[in-house]
């Protein structure tokens, strides 16, 4: 059900249309879109045609064509897409005109990184509140926040007015942190933990698991081996074709490198598979969504 945007919302007035019903894959695009206007404003571009941004964005200009259609922006002929207006668009239906309070919850390596950030406050997200359930971690001062215990995780998000939350633990807590998130009534959730989330209705999860890019890198590679006739790439430390990834500790294959630690809040070694959830709980496994 589309709702509209309330009155004294800013913007310019009449520029923005009512929230539409978008698909996933035109949602997926429209932060490329807008990662490709900013650039436009700041080398000061006032407008541009739908040929370049669709070639800045990285998608076919029919493609984005459509997908803007659906904002009610269809570009002024031989002038193309006014610049401000449909930034103004792209961030009203994305939420971004105001800054969204998130919580990030394993402070290990990934963590550490995601909280030291700067991208986030620019994009229209306030990193609010850091924990972790290793005590070692619990006090500690990341950018200017100090890593609080998992277990005041409702009273801060209370506080906070926190939405959104970001697991950046092992595979092993991410379901309990995922639990503990929902029940402090955080209902959107980017998991960096390699594994499958389930969640009730009503709570959206992005995944986000490096090997599994890694693994599709892995495929595209292997193809065009196969197609131009040359030997896959092989070397000292490189396992044969469907082994484990070689370490100075071990192999990482289906179970953990021992190699790479899996303390709370540190960066998990590789991916897990869970059981299908049954009953009211649905599993959400949120990759990329393609056109």
């Known amino acids: 059900m589309s709702q509209h945007r309330p009155v004294g919302t800013p913007g310019r007035a009449g520029a923005v249309p009512a929230l539409p019903d978008l698909p996933e894959a035109t949602v997926a695009r429209l932060p490329e879109y807008l990662r490709a206007l900013h650039n436009l404003a700041e080398t000061g571009n006032d407008t541009v045609s739908s040929e370049e941004l669709a070639a800045a964005a990285g998608v076919n200009s029919a493609k984005l064509r459509k997908d803007l259609s659906q904002l009610g922006s269809y570009g002024t002929r031989g002038v193309g897409y006014d610049v401000a207006l449909l930034i103004d668009q792209i961030e009203f239906v994305l939420g971004l005109t105001q800054r969204r309070a998130v919580a990030l919850v394993g402070v290990g390596n990934l963590g550490h990184a995601l909280a030291g950030y700067a991208g986030f406050v620019s994009r229209g997200f306030r990193i609010a509140a850091l924990f972790d359930a290793d005590p070692a971690r619990v006090g500690e001062e990341i950018n200017g926040l100090v890593v609080q ?116 809040g540190g960066l998990a070694a590789t991916g897990t598979t869970e059981p299908a959830p049954t009953g009211s709980l649905r599993s959400t496994n949120a990759e990329a969504v393609g056109s």
């Open 149 to 264: 215990h998992i277990d005041v995780l409702p009273r801060v998000a209370a506080q906070e007015c926190i939405a959104i939350g970001v697991i950046a633990t092992p595979a092993a807590a991410a379901q309990s942190v995922a639990d503990q998130l929902v029940a402090a009534g955080v209902t959107s959730i980017l998991n960096f933990a390699p594994c499958v989330l389930a969640v009730p209705d009503g709570v959206d999860v992005r995944k986000v698991d490096l090997a599994i890019e890694l693994q599709i890198l892995s495929f595209h590679e292997h193809r065009k081996a196969a197609l131009t006739g040359l030997p896959a790439a092989s070397g000292p430390g490189l396992p044969p074709a469907g082994g484990g990834l070689a370490t100075p500790n071990g192999a990482l294959g289906g179970s953990a490198g021992a190699g790479l630690t899996a303390l709370p």
